[in-house]
T-cell receptor
Framework: NAGVTQTPKFQVLKTGQSMTLQCAQD?????MYWYRQDPGMGLRLIYY???????DKGEVPNGYNVSRLNKREFSLRLESAAPSQTSVYFC???????????FGPGTRLTVT | RKEVEQDPGPFNVPEGATVAFNCTYS??????FFWYRQDCRKEPKLLMS???SGNEDGRFTAQLNRASQYISLLIRDSKLSDSATYLC??????????FGAGTTVTVRA
């Protein structure tokens, strides 16, 4: 039982490049989330998917897009990376929206 | 005002000591409360949910004070392995979770 997996673990991009962060969960959870974590700040919600087929914006959605590919997979895309998007990105899942969330190991992204 | 505020610490304590810290939340309608633990450069992991009556899990005790809108975490008989950042988590009006920036605890031998 792998829980929540994320790829890649590390990535360096140049300004303007694009990339997709992948996330998958094997816990049969309905809800999935993408967060970013910056020093001295709490986790901030970028996008979430309450259930398969739905996605909604969180607190900091600008510069990102998401796809809920199926119940297991939720990807995050940066269309044109900016240095302000340098961060650690965590994917999480939960049985439902108010339940505890389980996190993947994170992707450390640097944009130069 | 931040939705969830925590004293960043660090709290430096010797092994075997008791350490306690609080977090405050702004949304009086919040219903779900959690403490997560995050080790350096790792993902957050659920430590415990916090129930209205307070609850214990081994050496960890969580309390909820709705009137003053704060949650506390107490760690008894601290171990070196308790060194981590502890995140206070509260649900928002839209049922999403708000995360505090964390309280760092360092347990020394």
């Amino acid at each position: 039982n792998a829980g929540v997996t994320q790829t890649p673990k590390f990535q360096v991009l140049k300004t303007g490049q694009s990339m997709t962060l992948q996330c998958a969960q094997d816990m049969n959870h309905n809800s999935m989330y993408w967060y970013r974590q910056d020093p001295g700040m709490g986790l901030r919600l970028i996008y979430y998917s309450a259930s398969e087929g739905t996605t909604d914006k969180g607190e900091v959605p600008n510069g990102y897009n998401v796809s809920r590919l199926n119940k297991r997979e939720f990807s995050l895309r940066l269309e044109s990376a900016a240095p302000s998007q340098t961060s650690v990105y965590f994917c999480a899942s939960s049985e439902a929206e108010v339940y505890e969330q389980y996190f993947g190991p994170g992707t450390r992204l640097t944009v130069t | 005002r931040k939705e969830v505020e925590q004293d960043p610490g660090p709290f430096n304590v010797p092994e075997g000591a008791t350490v306690a810290f609080n977090c405050t939340y702004s949304n009086s309608a919040s219903q779900s409360f959690f403490w997560y633990r995050q080790d350096c450069r790792k993902e957050p992991k659920l430590l415990m949910s916090v129930y209205s009556s307070g609850n214990e899990d081994g050496r960890f005790t969580a309390q909820l004070n709705r009137a003053s809108q704060y949650i506390s975490l107490l760690i008894r008989d601290s171990k070196l392995s308790d060194s981590a950042t502890y995140l206070c988590v509260v649900n928002r009006n839209d049922y999403k979770l708000s995360f505090g920036a964390g309280t760092t605890v360092t347990v020394r031998a």
